[in-house]
């Protein structure tokens, strides 16, 4: 369980990530 629980917080890291730049590069569309 404490693996799963450690593997879990990676990806979500990852996808928090992803997310951050994926609004940023959404937001650059919209400048052009």
């Given at each position: ?19 951050m ?12």
């Amino acid at each position: 369980p404490t693996a799963t629980k450690k593997h879990g917080r990676h990806i979500g890291n990852c996808l928090k990530i992803l997310d951050m730049t994926g609004l940023r590069f959404s937001a650059l569309n919209h400048l052009k």
